[in-house]
Structures are given as C-alpha cells and as structure tokens.
C-alpha cells in the first residue's frame, strides 16, 4: 500500500509537472504511451515498472550523488526511434544507466544479438537479470542473444569499435558526463560502425559534454509524443 501512494504521489506530480513543461496534449500523449506500455511489460511478464531513487542506495559508490531516478524507457517511442532512424543492428548495443533491463529486451526485439546493460546499482540489476530470464524463456527466439548485465560504473567500462548504439535515458548529470565523454570519444572515432549515441532526454536539459558529440557526429532529434530523443549520427 506504502509503495503504491508513493507512486501515485509521482505520478501526479510528473503529471502536473509535465503539463506546466510540455502542455495539456503532450502530456496526454505521453499518459497515453505510459498505459499502452504497461501493457506491453504485462504480456511480456517483465517487472520493470517503478522508480528507484539513488539515494536509497546504502553502499558507498563513485558517481552515485550524480545518479538520475530510474524510469523505463518506452517501447513503442524506442521501436518509432530505431525503425526511423533505419539502424541495421550490426555491432554492440549498449545501455548505459540500463536499470530494470527494458531497453535491452527492446534491443534483442528489434535485432540486437549482443546487448550490454551497464549500471551502477546492484539492486537494479538483481531485477534486470531475471527480466531478461523471463524474456528468453517467453521467446525463445531470442534465446541466441548474448546478454550481458554489468555492476558497473560507466565511466570505468572499457568501450570498443565494435560498440554501434550507445544508449542513455537520463541516467545522470554532466558532472558524469565528462569523464565518460572523455572515454568514449577517442573509440568512437575508429568505430567500424555507423554507430549511434542516443540520449533520451524528456526534460530538454543541457548537457555541455554530451554536445562535444557534435565533433564528430551529426546531431538529430526526434520527438515521439513528449519522448524526446537527441541523437549523434557518427559521420
């Protein structure tokens, strides 16, 4: 009963929050995407609903007062993205901040064959972990995809070429932002892909290091009933 007032408690004040940020059809829209995808993780059997506050994290980690709250992404609003960014799932798809493990679900539903989660909080990936269990038994088509689900710190992973989608929803500030730019940049440049670096970022914020991007990628937006996506193409 605690956690479902607390959520409805977030709900309204998102909702009321969104309609003073966005306007009253936005807002709908974006209510509208939220229950179709409720229904979509209960087809599936995934449990990826909720937020997690950082804060509630006991353990002492790098980087974690930087941390954003956990949401998960949208599958529909993620499957308009890629369908209409005509990505041809070839290398690594990676989720940075991948919490409950939606967007790699997504990822393995769209082509996907190796699929990266990187985030920080165990207690995140206790339940990203038997999500993707859940998924692979449901669909066993997709019992072939290589899944990997990492507690790790973003700014410590070791990225490659072969890395085609980075993907980001909001899971922290430009103080984070930095340093992993600084680590991703120099492998994005001898990528040996068309690759992707995707940041869902519904609130329009500004994110300085992240627009470094603008180097060496095209930048691109896309906008799917208040999902906001910024995208750098890599030239």
Not at 96 to 112: D, M, N, R, W, Y
Not at 190 to 199: D, L, N, V
């Amino acid at each position: 009963m605690r956690q479902f007032m607390e959520t409805m408690r977030i709900g309204y004040y998102s909702f009321a929050s969104g309609i003073k940020n966005r306007g009253l059809v936005k807002t709908l829209g974006m209510c509208k995407e939220a229950l179709i995808d409720e229904y979509y993780n209960r087809t599936q059997g995934l449990e990826v609903s909720g937020f997690y506050d950082p804060k509630d994290c006991e353990k002492n980690l790098d980087n974690k007062d930087f941390a954003n709250f956990y949401q998960p992404v949208r599958y529909r609003p993620f499957n308009k993205l890629f369908s209409d960014l005509n990505v041809k799932p070839e290398g690594r798809f990676i989720d940075i901040g991948s919490g409950k493990g939606k967007a790699l679900v997504l990822a393995a539903e769209f082509g996907f064959k190796k699929i990266i989660g990187i985030e920080l909080f165990e207690e995140l990936n206790i339940v990203a972990r038997e999500n993707i269990k859940i998924f692979q038994d449901k669909n066993p088509q997709y019992r072939d995809v290589e899944f990997e689900v990492l507690d790790q710190d973003a700014c410590t992973y070791e990225y490659t070429i072969d890395d085609q989608i980075i993907f980001m929803n909001d899971p922290f500030s430009d103080e984070v932002m930095k340093p992993f730019m600084d680590q991703l940049i120099p492998v994005l440049k001898g990528s040996k892909h068309k690759a992707y670096i995707i940041y869902k970022n519904n609130g329009k914020k500004h994110f300085p290091n992240f627009y470094r991007l603008h180097e060496i990628a095209d930048y691109l937006t896309r906008d799917y009933s208040g999902n906001y996506f910024e995208i750098f193409k890599l030239r």
